[in-house]
């Protein structure tokens, strides 16, 4: 038998394409002249007339965990130990610190970048100037923060002032004024400012709705002015941020320390502070980052989730690395797990920060860093929240909500997360190859793959592109796609190469089956992606073996769920794409005696039993057969798998207890189980079946009979949506004569009858198929005449030709050909009536000009063609000259 086969991806169940029938659409040797076909004959021809090939891949829904209703740290299932989902920062507070004795800069003092600080530090490098007004660390002896004038508790003019005691005493906007104003005459000190390596930028435009802005309570008689006298007032608090000492600052901070509720307006101004102080201290280095630790430190408590995230911003922008970074993270991830925060971190530099603070993280030192800082990430990537709702503008061209560039995922993708996550899968892996994972490191592993999956599973990372203006084929200006392409393929580069690494990091964490669980599913999720499946491929038997370890370390069923339906649904696609692990996983008896293991385990099961993430016993054996349905696809493996013990007995026993399906996941699993038996049954040599002596207990060639037996009984039940798919398996099984003696004894053909005069064409047609088999034997014609078989035949072939259906009709044609070929007298078997009828549907359907009007003809008909050409002539010929008997052709012979 010809084991090459094309092979289809069908993604659903019930195309005619993909069926195989049997059909004999050779041409005859000679005018009048019927030839018997052999089996192997039927079975090629069936190839060339029907566009699908004879075997098929079967589908499946993706297992999908159900999300939690709120943001957690594990969810469901976490690994024993697991670290808090809720957090008390309250620790990092360092207590009231005094800040060292700062020394006055004269007011004649130079503007040069070389002046001293008023903080006596020892052997530590200062923040200088590079000449260009950009920090730049030089060595001395002694460090001093930046000072204006002599910092006293309370000073003229400072902003602290004009929102904790000017407006708090119900004073005057002209009062403020003045003490602003005030500070405005020193012009050596303004020139220090301005000269300042730690200074901030100016803001072009203070009429701007800037984060800086401090709100202020207008009098209600005055709400009509309210406009002019805030932005007055945000013009002159900005100019007092800029003047004012980076001493002044902490001052202000640590005057809020310990702070828990807190209203708008002290938002806005402690929001206002930790922005200029932000700006100050990005990318700088110093002892003085102790005083501003501990100043920040004091306002972990604060209710409001933007001071947070200021503060978080802060101490990651200052690189610091320990229980520093631990406690940055575990501050990004309180805030990340409120969905109502995205947005604060859209418009912050958190996730840049986050990514580069990770990075001085190690996951087996710092792994409680990881674990938060993962966490974090987790729920950034799979934000909703994700754009801006803003327009952006690229060369002239506007593109909306949707811009790749601007959703968290890409632009955390785009800082290095992905090649980070590689790193850090490679450092826990290397550890875990000479010792076992446990605590705080296998909890950073958790994360770390969800993390992943969340990422890969984001529609900005896995594919996006932006979409094409409609002005840019003339536009030349269009450079940004090609650059976006670029750095979407590197990172899912990165991406594909973690996969060998979470497999490795799955086998090695078989005793802990929380967190294997977590890592297949993250793999569950790449193996969807085309790129990552040929990586899968690779380690096809692996992940064989790893699914028999499943049932034999789960202390109970429903434990082993999860990950058995997801490591199905991996191989499941795998197998569905590469034919290389289709071998590979064959070849490997390891790997097969362990799928086949775990598919006679959970059929033995009780079909109604789920674990609490919605996983189930049916769901798992759908998976579990896919992987055979798509191995099968592959001639060697298929035939071989046809023969192996005791797949036969397990899908008959699946097949008896889903024939009456009343539920979608029971529907799905006996189309999966048609599948695999279609594919099996397909490569099944009928040979095998002449001696039973040989056969391997429990295989589809022993128990073939009694698979044809079930099957009649779901093929005669009027309402069953499997009824073409089982008539398509039959199509395969009848070409052996010992099962189409089966088939007559569970009265078959009273069966067909019912299914060619259905009122479904798929049916119709697949029915057919099996027909074409049974009217091969002299003993299935005379039970076929009985039933008015030619008269439906007849009727099938008028239907094909008035639809223009030329598979349909040419699966007629086959059977009225197999009909007649013993036949002596062509009038007795059919009748005149019959043959005008037939003759004239066949003229109808052979004239090209009146049905394609001079145009190219279709395929289907190009195959269908031949067929009734010889059908024709035999009929034509046997009238007008006497009938012929039936010659058999050379092979017979």
């Known amino acids: 038998m010809e084991k090459s086969r094309q092979q289809i991806d069908i993604s659903g169940c019930g195309h005619v394409e993909s069926s195989v029938l049997p059909l004999t659409n050779q041409r005859s040797k000679g005018a009048g002249r019927l030839v018997r076909k052999t089996s192997a004959e039927i079975v090629s021809e069936a190839k060339s007339m ?160 800037i984060p800086t802005a401090i709100s202020i309570t207008v009098p209600t008689d005055a709400r009509k002015n309210a406009h002019e006298d805030q932005s007055k007032l945000l013009r002159r608090s900005n100019d007092l941020l800029l003047q004012s000492s980076t001493e002044s600052l902490l001052e202000m901070l640590k005057a809020y320390s310990g702070l828990k509720e807190c209203d708008e307006s002290t938002v806005a101004h402690l929001s206002a502070v930790l922005h200029e102080l932000y700006v100050r201290v990005k990318d700088s280095k110093g002892s003085w980052r102790g005083a501003v630790l501990g100043a920040l430190y004091g306002l972990v408590e604060a209710s409001s989730s933007k001071i947070l995230l200021l503060v978080a911003t802060i101490v990651l922008a200052m ?90 995922a890409v632009r955390l993708a785009k800082q290095g997360l992905c090649q980070l996550m590689v790193l850090h899968l490679k450092m826990i892996n290397e550890i875990a190859s000479t010792t076992q994972l446990s605590g705080s490191p296998l909890h950073a592993l958790f994360q770390l793959s969800g993390a992943l999956r969340t990422l890969a599973g984001n529609r900005s990372i896995a594919g996006s592109r932006v979409c094409q203006h409609p002005d840019e084929q003339q536009n030349p200006v269009t450079n940004h796609q090609p650059m976006l392409k670029e750095d ?121 039993m789920r674990n609490q993430m919605g996983d189930s016993i049916v769901q798992v054996l759908t998976k579990l057969i896919r992987i055979v349905a798509n191995m099968c696809v592959n001639g060697d493996v298929g035939y071989g798998m046809s023969k192996r013990s005791p797949l036969g007995e397990i899908l008959l026993n699946i097949l008896l207890k889903v024939k009456d399906a009343k539920t979608t996941e029971l529907e799905e699993l006996l189309f999966a189980t048609l599948g695999a038996l279609h594919n099996l049954s397909y490569y099944y040599e009928p040979t095998d079946s002449e001696g039973t002596g040989h056969l391997h207990p429990g295989s589809i060639g022993e128990r073939m009979k009694d698979i044809c037996g079930t099957l009649c009984v779901i093929l005669n039940s009027d309402h069953n949506p499997a009824r073409s798919e089982v008539a398509r398996v039959l199509g395969n099984m009848t070409r052996n004569t010992a099962i189409r ?22 049916l119709m047609v697949t029915s057919c198929g099996v027909l074409v088999n049974m009217l091969g034997d002299w003993s299935s014609r005379l039970p076929f005449r009985e039933i008015d078989g030619p008269i439906i035949l007849r009727r099938l072939l008028q239907k094909g030709v008035r639809h223009r259906d030329w598979i349909m009709a040419g699966i007629a044609c086959q059977a009225i050909w197999n009909y007649l070929i013993d036949t002596s007298d062509i009038l007795t078997t059919l009748g005149q009536t019959e043959i005008d009828l037939i003759c004239g549907a066949l003229a109808e359907g052979l004239d090209e000009d009146s049905l394609f009007d001079g145009k190219e003809p279709d395929n289907f008909w190009e195959d269908f063609a031949p067929v009734a050409t010889d059908l024709l002539e035999r009929l034509q010929i046997c009238m007008s000259n006497g009938n012929s008997p039936c010659e058999s052709s050379d092979e017979e012979i």
């Not at 899912?492 to 078989?510: G, S």
């Not at 569970?746 to 019912?754: F, H, S, V, Y």
């Open 741 to 762: 003696q089966t088939f007559c004894e569970e009265n078959g053909m009273k069966i067909l009858k019912r299914c060619l005069t259905s009122k479904h064409d798929e």
């Open 488 to 608: 979407e393929d590197q990172d899912i580069a990165q991406i594909e190469q973690a996969i060998p690494l979470l497999v490795r990091a799955a086998e090695m964490c078989i005793k802990e089956p929380e967190v294997q669980a977590n890592i297949i599913r993250t793999l569950s999720v790449l193996s969807e992606r085309a790129e990552c499946c040929e990586r899968l491929a690779v380690a096809a038997s692996r992940l064989g073996i790893l699914l028999g370890s499943i049932t034999q370390t789960c202390q109970t069923v429903e434990k082993g769920l999860a990950t058995c339906n997801r490591l199905g649904y991996i191989l499941g696609n795998v197998m569905s794409r590469w034919d290389t692990a289709r071998i590979q996983f064959y070849c490997c008896d390891v790997s097969c005696d362990a799928l086949l293991a775990t598919l006679e385990y959970y059929a033995n099961k009780s079909f109604t």
């Open 319 to 408: 690189n610091v690395t320990g229980s520093n970074l631990t406690g940055a993270c575990k501050l990004v991830f309180k805030i990340a797990r409120n969905e109502n925060n995205d947005n604060l971190f859209i418009d912050s530099d958190v996730p840049e920060l986050l990514v580069d603070g990770l990075g001085r993280a190690s996951p087996i030192d710092d792994s409680e860093a990881c674990i938060y800082g993962y966490g974090a990430v987790r729920f950034l990537t799979g934000s909703s929240n994700g754009t801006n709702n803003t327009t952006s503008t690229i060369n002239g061209i506007e593109f909306g909500d949707n811009m790749p560039q601007r959703s968290l």
């Open 50 to 209: 029907l566009a699908g090939g004879g075997t098929r891949l079967v589908s499946a829904r993706r297992p999908i965990t159900p999300r939690e209703p709120r943001r957690q740290l594990y969810g469901r299932l976490a690994p024993p130990g697991r670290p808090p989902s809720a957090i008390n920062l309250k620790y990092l507070q360092q207590g009231t610190h005094a800040l060292p004795s700062l020394e006055p800069i004269p007011p004649n003092a130079s503007a040069a970048c070389t002046s001293t600080r008023s903080e006596s530090v020892e052997g530590i490098s200062s923040i200088g100037c590079d000449g260009t007004g950009h920090s730049a660390a030089v060595p001395v002896g002694r460090e001093k923060l930046p000072a204006l004038v002599s910092i006293q508790q309370n000073f003229s003019g400072s902003l602290e002032n004009v929102t904790d005691y000017d407006l708090q005493n119900g004073r005057s906007l002209q009062q403020s004024k003045k003490s602003v104003d005030s500070l405005s005459t020193h012009g050596a000190v303004s020139s220090i400012v301005k000269n300042h390596p730690l200074k901030r930028r100016q803001v072009q435009s203070f009429d701007e709705k």
